[in-house]
């Protein structure tokens, strides 16, 4: 099937400096692609080149197999969702989501037909006639989304555009957004710094940093098998050590942290060698703790220690542990079942987890 | 706390009203009045509409105060279609120093007064300047060309001296709508022409009614640019009040001219304001 | 358009074409008259004669220069001498009422406030002459009552003061009004917290935080006083400031001894204007 977006070796130079470089993805038909990177990374860039506001320095955008360098961007069969949705105040409701169907020529009475369908579609119906600042921020979104699908788009365009709204809201908007993909059925691009959004939503996320793609995949690679060390530490959080390669036995190694801590952990494939020095991540809700070291016997790191802080944040608290050498904090997930209820600071605990939890790479990248 | 917060209320107040009622009020009142005098005898006045009669009575006078009204229009229009494209450069297709560097340039001209302005375009315009000068020196001409002392000169020297009032308040509405909506405009399927007509006329119309209203004010009370590029027979409104007033000392026929030149404006901003649905504190405050 | 629709070279350049022509407009008639400020000739236009300083600072005839032409300078010094205490009063009044809009409400306040902005939509003639009518009813009222002759409230100086400062005054009100919305009120809120009288607060912290706009309106005000002409010609006296002077010598004909105090305007009024600019960004 063609993809309804594809990019083959897009680059984006300005000057010197090279904003997106050589940036290749395709988006199948009726899927929810996002483009996840810390700001500054260049995912802007390449949603700016694909609406037709950018020309890109280098390589091809090709929409439903089409390549749409040549049209401008009122032309294009993309349209977007501005980061600060950009709905037009001079007007009302129904005509900013009547505008693109009134550039089209469509007769006004299809076009009012249409806007109220849009606007049912979308929960809101029979606002039409109210102005745009007197309506909250989620149904902006909502309007904002509207607005381009009534064009029946090949992709839909997202902008972070969720940013400027608070947290809780934000929550709400995120399954509402996947609910409103899923019946407009349409491809949806979103961008987003946020990776709780692009986990949640995505069908496919691209992790994006100084300008080229770390990784491609679905939510749960990114953050079960990481390829690089940059997609480790930015999705999810975890835990960090640096060290030496002592040992490799297949695909495990063993290592030793800078403060002499024995960490064993998986290469994935990745050639590490012994003496080299290396990255090792383990998320805090693969580490188990316990209160004998009896209970932890099958894994292969193990490490007694105490706690040194209790991070309570209801469902998701932690605690800090520090193993024998002083200086090195362990994040490990507190289960919330009760029996930990009485856990103090200072308290003896042991931790322990599976080898094939911490993701190694060679030091260095990031 | 309370007969503190009434005394300073009362402290502030007072200037204010002194100001807006011995200076604005009973002044224009005054006018009023004066201008319902008629003179019977010497030092004899009898309450008539006698100036107002002469007015209507008259048809230069008549004719003058239309021409005016006509030809303020007129420049207030010709302002705005040279401003809106200049002031949509300097707000959205310059950015950061260019776009200071412009905007000051703008006012550069304005810091010095209308009389030197004038003086320039006189020397420019007139038979023996620069214009002319450089006309016969070219061969485009033979002899001298007088340019000065006609409508076309005054309407100029009008729109010259009043670009400033509409390229500021134009720059600063504009520059405040965000790029992001120009361009969902276009990647709605806008063009050029749609996107103007729809998105960027609409967010610019207080600037514009700004703009139009201190425009339209300024050459309507204007008397220095009509007087100097337009000679002596430029008849514009304000020279007549002028003549009654200092030379003619006819203050009674002065003030009733006044009297309907301040209606006049008075119409002609309040039927802009109703029409764009703007309200005066809102384009001036 | 904006930089980032693609639009065709030719438009662009078009556009960029048409804003360079606009600023030529805009200069031309100012680069005229300095330029001819320096021609030794006795009119104002071609051709050159060549290049003078005659025109500043001649003492002989016929090319006495500025410096020693005693009815310019005097002129100067009127208009100086109006334009300060205009901006003075104009700067009080305007901070006076900037708070009584920013710092209170109560009833007619929407009404007053439209009041306040009339004077920028009345026609400056018609401000001068309701002045000049009004002040000579009064005058005239005293000396029929008292046989008193207010001179203050014949045409002269303190007329122009008054007509000047009936719609500088709203100017000044305006801006000082924009700077004071800005404030932080807590910040006033903080200085009573720590210990301050209301009074004080406001000297202390509130005055400080308007001062740039406070000098900022003062030199708004000098060079709307300085520069107007209309209000002025209706109420000025046998001592004419210096627009309504050289108004008058242009009626009879004009040598660069025009362009010369013109060029001189130019200069002031451009240091001026520099000096507001550099105070508002240092705040």
């Known amino acids: 099937m063609t993809p309804d977006l594809e990019c083959t070796g897009l680059t984006k130079r300005f000057g010197q400096t090279t904003a997106v470089e050589n940036v290749s993805f395709a ?3 009726g899927s929810f692609f996002s483009i996840l990177g810390p700001s500054g990374c260049g995912k802007t860039t390449i949603m700016r080149m694909i609406a037709g506001f950018l020309d890109p320095s280098e390589g091809d955008i090709r929409i439903k197999g089409r390549s749409v360098l040549d049209v401008p961007p009122n032309k294009r069969p993309v349209n977007m969702v501005f980061q600060h949705l950009a709905l037009f105040p001079m007007m009302n409701i129904a005509d900013n989501i009547g505008y693109g169907l009134r550039r089209a020529g469509l007769a006004k009475s299809e076009i009012d037909r249409k806007t109220g369908e849009a606007l049912e579609r979308i929960g809101l119906p029979g606002i039409g006639s109210r102005k745009v600042d007197e309506l909250s921020g989620g149904q902006k979104q909502r309007v904002a989304i509207a607005r381009c699908m009534v064009l029946e788009p090949d992709v839909l365009l997202l902008d972070e555009p969720l940013g400027a709204l608070d947290l809780k809201l934000r929550e709400r908007m995120k399954v509402e957004l996947k609910a409103l993909q899923a019946a407009f059925d349409t491809t949806f691009v979103y961008i987003t710094h946020d990776q709780s959004e692009a986990l949640v939503m995505s069908d496919n996320i691209a992790v994006m940093n100084q300008g080229r793609f770390e990784q491609m995949g679905t939510g749960r690679d990114l953050y079960y098998r990481p390829d690089t060390a940059f997609v480790a530490g930015f999705v999810g959080d975890t835990n960090r050590w640096r060290g030496r390669v002592e040992k490799e036995q297949g695909k495990s190694i063993q290592l030793r942290t800078e403060s ?47 706690v040194t802080s209790m991070l309570f944040n209801g469902a998701a608290s932690r605690v800090l542990v520090c193993g024998a050498e002083e200086g090195d904090e362990i994040e490990v997930n507190l289960p919330q079942s009760g029996e930990f209820a009485a856990l103090k600071k200072g308290a003896a605990v042991h931790i322990g987890w599976a080898g094939d939890q911490g993701n190694c790479f060679a030091a260095g990248a990031t | 706390m309370r007969n503190e917060a009434k005394l300073g209320l009362a402290l502030l107040l007072t200037p204010l009203l002194l100001w807006l009622s011995l200076l604005i009020f009973i002044p224009h009142v005054d006018v009023f009045l004066v201008s319902l005098r008629e003179r019977v005898g010497v030092g004899t006045y009898e309450t008539s509409l006698a100036n107002y009669l002469t007015f209507f009575n008259e048809p230069l006078y008549l004719w003058t105060f239309l021409r005016t009204a006509v030809m303020s229009v007129l420049a207030t229009v010709i302002t705005l279609l040279i401003a809106f494209p200049v002031s949509y450069y300097i707000a959205k297709m310059v950015k950061g120093r260019v776009q200071s560097a412009l905007f000051l340039l703008c006012l550069v001209p304005f810091w010095v007064s209308e009389l030197v302005r004038t003086f320039g ?27 000065l002392y006609n409508d076309g000169a005054i309407m100029l020297g009008l729109v010259y001296t009043s670009m400033l009032f509409m390229v500021v308040p134009l720059v600063t509405t504009l520059e405040s709508l965000p790029d992001e909506v120009v361009e969902a405009g276009y990647d709605l399927g806008g063009n050029g022409l749609s996107v103007l ?62 009297f309907m030149l301040l209606i006049l404006s008075s119409a002609i901003v309040w039927g802009m304001l109703k029409l764009t649905g703007q309200s005066l504190e809102k384009t001036m405050g | 358009m904006i930089p980032s629709i693609p639009q065709p070279r030719v438009l662009t350049a078009a556009y960029a074409a048409y804003v360079t022509l606009f600023f030529i407009f805009l200069a031309l008639p100012l680069v005229v008259v300095a330029v ?29 220069g500025v410096f020693h032409e005693r009815a310019i300078l005097k002129a100067i010094g009127t208009s100086v001498f109006v334009a300060v205490v205009v901006s003075a009063l104009s700067v009080c009044v305007g901070t006076t009422n900037a708070f009584l809009f920013n710092r209170y409400r109560f009833r007619g306040q929407g009404a007053l406030y439209v009041l306040m902005l009339l004077p920028l939509v009345i026609p400056g003639i018609v401000l001068g002459i309701s002045i000049l009518v009004f002040s000579s009813r009064v005058a005239n009222g005293v000396w029929d009552g008292f046989q008193i002759d207010l001179e203050i409230l014949r045409p002269g100086l303190w007329l122009v003061v008054l007509g000047q400062f009936s ?117």
């Open chain 3, 36 to 64: 001819f400020a320096f021609n030794d000739s006795q009119f104002p236009s071609l051709p050159w004669e060549g290049f003078t300083w005659n025109w500043f600072f001649g003492s002989e005839r016929p090319m006495i």
């Open chain 1, 260 to 306: 002499g801590m024995i960490l064993r952990g998986a290469t994935h494939g990745r050639a590490l060698h012994a003496g080299d020095h290396a990255d090792i991540f383990v998320r805090p809700e693969a580490i188990r703790i316990a209160h004998s070291k009896d209970e932890l016997a099958h894994f292969d790191n193990l490490i007694s220690g105490h």
């Open chain 2, 121 to 147: 375009w006189m020397i420019l315009l007139r038979e023996t300047g620069v214009f002319s000068s450089l006309l016969q020196f070219t061969g485009l001409s033979s002899g001298p060309v007088e340019m």
């Open chain 3, 167 to 283: 719609f500088i005054t709203t100017i000044a009100t305006l801006v000082i009004g924009a700077r004071l919305q800005k404030f932080d009120r807590s910040l006033e809120e903080a200085a009573l917290n720590l210990g301050a009288g209301r009074l004080t607060a406001i000297r202390t912290i509130t005055m400080p935080y308007l001062a740039p706009a406070m000098i900022g309106a003062f030199v708004v005000s000098f060079l709307m006083s300085f520069e107007n002409f209309n209000t002025t010609l209706m109420l000025v006296g046998s001592d004419a400031p210096l627009t309504i002077a050289m108004f008058d010598r242009l009626k009879e004909g004009s040598t660069p001894l025009l362009n010369a105090v013109s060029l001189l305007l130019m200069v002031g009024s451009s240091c001026l204007a520099l000096v507001m600019i550099a105070f508002q960004k240092r705040s």
């Open chain 1, 27 to 29: 988006v199948p038909p």
């Open chain 2, 197 to 258: 007509r729809e998105i960027i006329v609409p967010h610019a119309m207080p600037g514009i009614v700004s703009g139009c209203i201190v425009v339209f004010m300024l050459s309507l009370g204007n008397y220095l640019t009509p007087t100097m590029l337009g000679g002596k027979e430029s008849l514009w409104f304000t020279e007549l009040i002028y003549s009654q007033f200092i030379v003619r000392f006819n203050w009674e026929l002065g003030a009733a001219f006044g």
